[in-house]
């Protein structure tokens, strides 16, 4: 699975921003998509989660502000990000599950794009 990350860059606090995850190979194997994120000097973090059956889970500091979904036909991951706050500032990562038959589970990650909330 390989996982192309894009939609980064400087935004005013209060703005918006839409991060897009694009995954190629063997998509079928995916049993879940996230969005992480890291700050400087911080652990990486789960921001949000979509299941393959279109369930979604939040971190509690992007609850009511951040959605995240899917294109099937895209094959594509989406984190729809309003009302950005300073905090927010950090390089974003999308990962995939992917359970591999007789293998067991993957996890893979696409490279980073960074988000600054700065006035």
């Known amino acids: 699975v390989q996982l192309q990350a894009s939609g980064g860059g400087l935004v005013h606090p209060g703005g918006s921003l839409r991060l897009s995850c694009a995954a190629s190979?063997?998509?079928?194997?995916?049993?879940?998509t996230g969005w992480y994120r890291q700050a400087p000097g911080k652990q990486r973090e789960l921001v949000a989660v979509?299941?393959?059956?279109?369930?979604?889970n939040y971190a509690d500091s992007v609850k009511g502000r951040f959605t995240i979904s899917e294109d099937n036909a895209k094959n594509t991951v989406y984190l729809q990000m309003n009302s950005l706050k300073p905090e927010d500032t950090a390089v974003y990562y999308c990962?995939?599950?992917?359970?591999?038959?007789?293998?067991?589970?993957?996890?893979?990650w696409g490279q980073g794009t960074l988000v600054t909330v700065s006035s």
């Open positions: 990962n995939a599950d992917s359970y591999y038959r007789g293998l067991g589970t993957y996890d893979y």
């Open positions: 190979g063997d998509i079928f194997t995916i049993r879940a």
């Open positions: 979509i299941t393959s059956g279109g369930d979604t």
